[in-house]
Each structure stands twice: as structure tokens, then as C-alpha cells.
């Protein structure tokens, strides 16, 4: 087990007075399988709204190529949820590089949150 792996060290985000600016894609060349927790400490979302947690991987660091892992994401609350992504379930396997996004549906801003994120995960055979 390779690990841990920040992806989104702890922040906290406000939409009323910023943008919420993607951090830096996670190099993961490395792995087949990962693990991610999204630890959220606190959250507020407009009535109605929901808000989605998205890990997008990508062959090379290029905008136009990441693709969600899992297509339906993983909806946000307060406290710790994991999520498994296994080479043979994904919708998308683990590409070299892992990235995290957040979308308000079902809602306007603003929200705001506090979250961090972290992966481990399996070593490839051979990637």
C-alpha cells in the first residue's frame, strides 16, 4: 500500500467571497487501485442543493483529458466518506495523474466547506 497521497490538504472553501480553484493534480503513475477519504468537518449547502466530490484521472496533465472515475461521484456530508476505486470496477481506471472536483447541484451558491482529501492505494504490475 502506497500512501497517503493528499490530494486537497484541509481548507476551507467559501463561495460567497472566492472561487474554489482545483488544487494541482496528484501525479499516480504508480498505482492501480486507490483508496480516497474525503474528511468534511463542516459543510453548508443551499436548501434543495447538493454537493459532489468527483476524482478525475487523466493519461497526461492536459485539461481536455481528465474524466471522473466514478461517473456519479460521491455525494458530501459532514463526516469521513471512502471511496474505493478498483482497477476492475471503475468506470475509468486510474490514469497517471488524479485530480478532486466539487460541484453544487439542485442549488445557487453560495456553499461552503471544510474538507480535506487523501488517497493510498495498490502498486501497478507493471505500469
Given at each position: 500500500m502506497i500512501g497517503p497521497i493528499v490530494i486537497q490538504d484541509l481548507i476551507t472553501i467559501d463561495s460567497a467571497f472566492a472561487t474554489w480553484r482545483?488544487?494541482?493534480p496528484v501525479g499516480v503513475a504508480a498505482l492501480q487501485d486507490i483508496?480516497?477519504?474525503?474528511?468534511?468537518?463542516a459543510?453548508?449547502?443551499p436548501q434543495g442543493g447538493t454537493l459532489t466530490?468527483?476524482?478525475?484521472?487523466?493519461p497526461d496533465n492536459d485539461e481536455l483529458l481528465y474524466v471522473p472515475m466514478?461517473?456519479?461521484?460521491?455525494?458530501l456530508a459532514v463526516g469521513v466518506a471512502t471511496?474505493?476505486?478498483?482497477?476492475?470496477?471503475?468506470?475509468?481506471?486510474?490514469?497517471?495523474?488524479?485530480?478532486?472536483?466539487?460541484e453544487l447541484t439542485g442549488a445557487q451558491?453560495?456553499?461552503?466547506g471544510t474538507l480535506r482529501v487523501v488517497a493510498s492505494g495498490n502498486p501497478s504490475g507493471g505500469r
Amino acid at each position: 500500500m502506497i500512501g497517503p497521497i493528499v490530494i486537497q490538504d484541509l481548507i476551507t472553501i467559501d463561495s460567497a467571497f472566492a472561487t474554489w480553484r482545483q488544487p494541482a493534480p496528484v501525479g499516480v503513475a504508480a498505482l492501480q487501485d486507490i483508496v480516497v477519504t474525503a474528511d468534511v468537518r463542516a459543510l453548508t449547502i443551499p436548501q434543495g442543493g447538493t454537493l459532489t466530490l468527483f476524482l478525475d484521472t487523466a493519461p497526461d496533465n492536459d485539461e481536455l483529458l481528465y474524466v471522473p472515475m466514478v461517473t456519479l461521484g460521491t455525494t458530501l456530508a459532514v463526516g469521513v466518506a471512502t471511496i474505493k476505486i478498483l482497477l476492475t470496477q471503475a468506470d475509468v481506471p486510474v490514469q497517471r495523474w488524479v485530480r478532486c472536483r466539487i460541484e453544487l447541484t439542485g442549488a445557487q451558491p453560495p456553499w461552503s466547506g471544510t474538507l480535506r482529501v487523501v488517497a493510498s492505494g495498490n502498486p501497478s504490475g507493471g505500469r
